[in-house]
């Protein structure tokens, strides 16, 4: 089973941030945060990834808790391309994902 | 850099008979995944190869799934005979290796539909 809650959906406005919620309570201190996103009828694409401090790349910013029990994916100024299922995952010491429902994010103008 | 090839993209099969899905990964990624996504659910780890061993097939069905990566770098994805609960889109992924602080890189997947 997924180790992550995600809310099933969201709504944001373009241009915008989106800020995509997800619970890890039972994340342990080796397990890193992984989040990805899957557009309609495409593969999953890999995000963005964190172990205890707060990253940033050229698609978001993960803001994680100092008590690692959850974090925040964060897209900085939406654009309709970014209507996508979004998959937070914890990830386990072999590289495995373990895919949840994910959150769907709609992007409207 | 080219991404992570798959082929076919499509492939309608009867119930009962084979088929067999090709993927080609990131040059020089040593692990190589695939997942099965049935529609409306995320993506289910098949398979993970490390090079040419394979990492982790507990959620294989081995009765009628194989899986081989002979030379550490493409990798044949086989169902013989196929059920129509097989009907998914196949998906295959590289990583540059095993273990925490890799990212996952997916191709576009196979869609199978099983009739």
């Known amino acids: 089973d997924a180790k992550t809650t995600q809310p099933p959906s969201m709504d944001c406005a373009e241009g915008r941030a989106a800020n995509l919620p997800c619970n890890h309570s039972t994340i342990s201190g080796n397990e890193y945060v992984y989040w990805y996103r899957q557009i309609h009828s495409q593969g999953p694409q890999y995000i963005i990834h964190g172990l205890k401090n707060n990253e940033t790349n050229e698609m978001a910013s993960l803001i994680i808790t100092e008590d690692r029990k959850s974090s925040t994916l964060i897209l900085p100024h939406a654009t309709l391309r970014d209507t996508a299922v979004y998959y937070c995952?914890?990830?386990?010491?072999?590289?495995?994902?373990?895919f949840g429902q994910g959150t769907t994010l709609q992007v409207k103008p | 850099e080219a991404g992570v090839a798959q082929s076919p993209r499509y492939k309608i099969i009867e119930k009962r008979q084979s088929v067999a899905f090709w993927c080609n990964p990131i040059s020089g990624h040593a692990t190589l995944y695939w997942y099965q996504q049935i529609l409306g659910q995320g993506p289910k780890l098949l398979i993970q190869?490390?090079?040419?061993?394979?990492?982790?097939d507990s959620q294989l069905p081995k009765d009628r799934f194989s899986a081989e990566r002979l030379k550490g770098v493409d990798s044949t994805l086989k169902i013989q005979p196929a059920k129509l609960e097989d009907s998914a889109v196949y998906l295959c992924?590289?990583?540059?290796?095993?273990?925490?602080?890799?990212?996952?890189?997916f191709g576009p997947g196979t869609r199978l539909t099983v009739t």
């Open positions: 992924a590289s990583s540059p290796g095993t273990g925490l602080g890799f990212g996952q890189y």
């Open positions: 190869f490390q090079n040419n061993g394979v990492v982790d």
């Open positions: 995952i914890v990830s386990s010491n072999t590289g495995k994902l373990i």
